[in-house]
């Protein structure tokens, strides 16, 4: 607790929210068209997002303090976005089934070390190109925003530059601010209709069955492993924490099983939300910057405590606070990781590819773009460079 308190920073904690508030105000929308396809009331809904959020904040605050770096935990944004297409058909007591049987087999794989032998493998070129090809997408939602509602977005990119040049350590604490000030004043956003209620989570009798297991559990593997750990363990490493996933990925599945009962889908390590906890928004010094994952952790037990109460605030202001905050937050990450991609003359140009694939959105026999990125990047790599590994 000592070393905690000596280590707390006001720039890390808010770091530690402002992943919280992105990764509610966006990847939480698929929760919602998730829940909406099933039919399930709002009191469920509530306990999905009740258990969503423990699981990330209770392995999100263990993980960051046990390894000393800011392990950002969320929920699989890709198996949602892979949950919506299956149901109805699908019922609510076999898809709890196969969260339960994906968080066994994503544990094996974890434990077993496989994991781990595959990301050494990558160049890390190949690894920063296709971080910048994920938050890039992020980076131009700033800006097309201004199409949308031009007097926020150009507003909040106005108060990010002059908060950058007047105050540096400070600049997302104000733009964030600014943003919801902006946000009010010019958008009329209101929070009148916010009500404090806390949650009630409701247990749900899992049900296997070998459809699900097919159609649900051994893709909601695949897309977690490629589509969240991959990435998210390249921004862990790319900011100079040398983590290994095995520990990562055995906690995250293990907290996932109980969590499943509730309506909690697989957690895993967040891949968009890391970058603004990892860079030096977060703190000037890397060793401190655990504090930023411990608070993420923490915001997401308030927001899990209050599910239905954060949902509702976060959703009563505009879209585009949420992409011009998200985008702003995320410049860093994109140049740092772009300069990575493009440092090594070797790697360059199969680095490029990796960034443009990524970039690119694609999606192929239901896997990301960051995997075919990785794959076609490592490919164009192997034949420019031969077998001899990195250059």
């Known amino acids: 607790m000592q070393k905690l308190l000596k280590d707390l920073s006001l720039p890390a904690v808010v770091a ?5 508030l992105v990764s509610y105000s966006g990847p939480l929308a698929i929760f919602f068209q998730a829940g909406a396809s099933a039919g399930i009331s709002s009191d ?108 926020l977005a150009i507003g909040m990119l106005v108060s990010y530059v002059v908060f950058r040049r007047l105050f540096p350590k400070y600049t997302l604490v104000l733009l964030l601010i600014s943003g919801v000030i902006l946000a009010v004043a010019l958008e009329g956003a209101s929070l009148s209709g916010v009500r404090w209620s806390v949650a009630v989570p409701q247990i749900i009798q899992p049900e296997w069955t ?15 492993l490629t589509g969240q750990f991959l990435p998210g363990m390249a921004i862990l490493q790319s900011a100079g924490y040398p983590v290994k996933a095995k520990p990562i990925i055995g906690i995250t599945s293990l907290v996932s099983l109980p969590m499943a009962f509730f309506g909690g889908i697989t957690t895993v390590v967040a891949a968009i939300t890391a970058a603004i906890c990892t860079g030096k928004d977060a703190h000037e010094d890397p060793s401190r910057r655990y504090i930023a994952g411990v608070f993420n952790g923490i915001f997401y037990l308030v927001g899990g405590l209050f599910a239905g109460t954060i949902v509702s605030l976060f959703t009563s202001l505009p879209a585009a606070f949420v992409a011009v905050l998200a985008g702003l937050a995320l410049l860093g990450a994109i140049a740092g990781n772009l300069f990575s991609a493009l440092e090594e003359p070797s790697h360059r140009e199969a680095s490029l590819i990796t960034f443009v694939v990524t970039a690119s959105g694609m999606s192929l026999f239901g896997l990301s773009s960051a995997f075919w990125g990785v794959v076609i990047g490592y490919f164009c790599y192997l034949v420019l460079n031969g077998s001899g590994g990195r250059k």
């Open 44 to 151: 469920m809904m509530t306990s999905w997002v009740w258990a969503i959020s423990v699981g990330a904040g209770i392995s999100g605050i263990a993980l960051s303090i046990w390894l000393r770096a800011p392990i950002v935990t969320a929920w699989s944004a890709p198996g949602t976005a892979l949950l919506v297409t299956l149901f109805p058909e699908l019922s609510l007591n076999e898809a709890i089934g196969a969260y339960i049987s994906a968080a066994i087999m994503i544990f094996i794989i974890g434990v077993s070390g496989t994991f781990d032998t595959f990301v050494r493998a990558i160049p890390k070129g190949i690894a920063a190109g296709m971080m910048a090809g994920i938050l890039f997408q992020f980076g131009v939602g700033a800006f097309t925003a201004i199409e949308t509602t031009p007097a």
């Open 16 to 20: 530690g929210f402002l992943a919280v």
């Open 210 to 224: 070998l459809s699900s297991t097919l159609s649900f559990a051994i893709p909601l593997v695949l897309v977690s």
